[in-house]
C-alpha cells in the first residue's frame, strides 16, 4: 500500500502487479533458503511456530504466560482468537488511513510490536524507528523508561535470585504493552488532528469535542 500513493488508473491491475511483486519476492526468497539448507524443514520452523506457539519461553509479550495457565482442550481457539485479534486491526486501519498509507503502515507495525506471540525489542526498535518518519512529538515514549528499567530487575528476581515468580515479571510485560498501547493511542489521535487540521484551518490549536 506504501509502495505507491499516486492515483492508479485501475484498482485491480494495480492490486495483480502488486501482488505479483509479492509472490515473485516470496518465491525468491524461498528458493534461496532453499538453495542455502539441506532441506524444506525450515518452512513449517519459520512460518508454523508463531502459529502453533510451541515454545512458550517468557518475554515481553503477552502470550506466553496466558497460554502457560491455558488448558490444552482451550489452546486452538484461543490461538485462533489472539491472531483474529490482530488481523482486525489491518482492515480499519488501511480503510480509515487509506489516504495516509506511511501512517497505516506505521500503525500495523506498532500493532504487531506490541500483539506478536514471540515479542521482541527488535520489533519494538523498528517501530519506534519509524515513528521519526511522521511530524508529530510523543511525550508517552518517557512511559518505556519506567519498563525499561524494571524489567531486567523483575526477571532477575525472578529467574536467579529466586526471590520473585512469574507474576512479577508478567506484571512488567503487561506495564511495557500498556506503555506501548499509549503511545499507539497518541500517534493515531496525531495523525488524525493533522488530518483534521488540515482540512479545516481554522480550528488549528483549537480544542475538539465530539457532540
Known amino acids: 500500500m506504501a509502495l505507491d500513493q499516486r492515483n492508479q488508473a485501475s484498482a485491480i491491475?494495480?492490486?495483480?502487479?502488486?501482488?505479483?511483486?509479492?509472490?515473485?519476492?516470496?518465491?525468491?526468497?524461498f528458493g534461496l533458503s532453499r538453495l542455502l539448507l539441506p532441506s524444506w524443514s525450515f518452512i513449517p520452523s519459520v512460518y508454523l511456530t508463531p502459529l502453533t506457539l510451541p515454545d512458550l519461553t517468557p518475554n515481553p509479550g503477552l502470550w506466553w504466560y496466558f497460554f502457560i495457565e491455558m488448558f490444552d482442550a482451550f489452546r486452538s481457539f484461543f490461538l485462533g482468537v489472539f491472531w483474529l485479534?490482530?488481523?482486525?486491526?489491518?482492515?480499519?486501519f488501511c480503510l480509515r488511513f487509506r489516504k495516509q498509507p506511511l501512517a497505516a503502515v506505521v500503525f500495523m507495525m506498532?500493532?504487531?510490536a506490541i500483539f506478536e506471540p514471540y515479542a521482541n525489542i527488535a520489533d519494538v526498535g523498528a517501530w519506534l524507528s519509524s515513528l521519526t518518519l511522521l511530524s508529530h512529538t510523543f511525550e508517552s515514549l518517557a512511559a518505556l523508561l519506567y519498563t525499561?528499567?524494571?524489567?531486567p530487575a523483575f526477571h532477575h528476581l525472578w529467574i536467579y535470585a529466586g526471590s520473585g515468580n512469574a507474576n512479577f515479571f508478567y506484571a512488567i510485560t503487561l506495564?511495557?504493552?500498556l506503555a506501548l498501547?499509549?503511545?499507539m493511542t497518541d500517534t493515531v489521535y496525531s495523525v488524525l488532528?493533522?488530518?483534521w487540521e488540515t482540512e479545516r484551518p481554522e480550528g488549528k490549536g483549537k480544542e475538539v469535542r465530539q457532540i
Open 13 to 29: 491491475a494495480f492490486g495483480l502487479r502488486l501482488f505479483g511483486t509479492f509472490a515473485v519476492s516470496v518465491a525468491f526468497l
Open 85 to 92: 485479534h490482530m488481523l482486525s486491526y489491518s482492515v480499519p
Open 110 to 112: 506498532g500493532t504487531i
Open 148 to 151: 525499561t528499567l524494571l524489567g
Open 175 to 177: 506495564v511495557w504493552a
Open 181 to 183: 498501547l499509549i503511545l
Open 193 to 195: 488532528r493533522d488530518e
